[in-house]
């Protein structure tokens, strides 16, 4: 169900389910705010009750919950920082208000967004700092709570939890899940405590593989864990399977590709293509579209923001 701001035009998803408690009271009209220019404006209940179902993208303030999509995999070296950053920048110039939380200990999320937050994630799990001196807006739209070394004291805190260390992240980043259309998480090589953490606050999963070998069994692998953890969190889906390094000068690529597709037709996204200008964006602290606009990485990250975003429409 979407809603349309009178004001500025922006669309909202609305959450069927959050409008449940609104029909028992029988109110003729709610009234909802508009996420991108604040404007307060009437909605009527009936409109709600009988638009058709439909996945855009986000909800007015009284009904809205974050999309939260993990970046993810187990094997490193994959793209999944290059995929959470240009990812998370491209849903912003679309005009998304994003949340970019790396739970890496390098910490490259910030690096490649020419940032040096003095806090982030750690402070926040710890509690030693408030939430508002935890986020740093990188970009218009674009907010990161950035990660780095102390990360790796919290995993020691988190193991040394009796009772629900699996929810600690959840938790301390629940007070965002209505402030932001997209709260994207970019996660460390290796499966750990913290990991464990993210796929209990996550509900989509994206998994960035490389076109070699290696990576493929890794993702054989994490679908065998996220099995695992889904026997006790129905929430968390696979959604996105991207693939990465796409070289067609050679035929290894290709060839793992097709099989890709042969085994995750629904989930497979258009493949990210290799070049250079990846690897040279984050020394200047560029993400690819403000690097290489014209790039064919630039073209790939866009056509991944239309299908994350569900909307063919987004100019990035």
Same mark, same amino acid.
């Given at each position: ?16 389910? /959050? ?42 303030? /009284? ?254």
């Amino acid at each position: 169900m979407i809603i349309t701001c009178p004001k500025c035009a922006r669309k909202h998803k609305v959450n069927p389910d /959050s409008i449940k408690t609104f029909a028992k009271s029988k109110k003729k009209t709610i009234l909802a705010t508009c996420r991108s220019c604040k404007f307060k404006f009437p909605v009527a209940m009936d409109t709600l009750v009988e638009s058709p179902k439909v996945t855009e993208t986000v909800a007015p303030n /009284s009904v809205l919950s974050a999309r939260k999509i993990c970046i993810t995999l187990s094997k490193g070296g994959v793209g999944k920082t290059t995929t959470s950053v240009n990812l998370g920048a491209g849903l912003a110039l679309a005009g998304y208000k994003v949340l970019l939380v790396d739970t890496d200990t390098q910490g490259q999320s910030s690096y490649i967004l020419g940032k040096r937050p003095s806090a982030g994630l750690t402070e926040l799990l710890t509690k030693e700092l408030p939430l508002d001196e935890c986020l740093m807006e990188a970009r218009k739209n674009l907010w990161l709570l950035g990660g780095g070394k102390s990360l790796a004291g919290v995993k020691r805190i988190i193991d040394r939890k009796s009772f629900g260390a699996e929810y600690t992240l959840s938790e301390a980043l629940k007070p965002l899940d209505q402030e932001y259309d997209f709260i994207l998480i970019d996660t460390s090589p290796g499966w750990d405590q913290l990991i464990v953490n993210v796929l209990f606050y996550a509900t989509e999963v994206l998994v960035p593989v490389a076109l070699e070998v290696m990576p493929l069994h890794g993702l054989s692998e994490f679908i065998k864990s996220l099995g695992a953890i889904q026997k006790y969190r129905k929430e968390i889906q696979l959604k996105y399977i991207l693939p990465t390094f796409m070289d067609a000068r050679i035929q290894g690529p290709q060839t793992l590709h097709d099989q890709l597709k042969k085994l995750y037709p629904t989930h497979l996204c258009t493949p990210i293509r290799y070049n250079a200008s990846l690897a040279e964006a984050p020394s200047f602290g560029k993400t690819i579209f403000e690097y290489a606009p014209g790039s064919n990485a630039s073209e790939d990250y866009r056509e991944l923001v239309k299908k994350i975003s569900q909307d063919q429409t987004n100019l990035v």
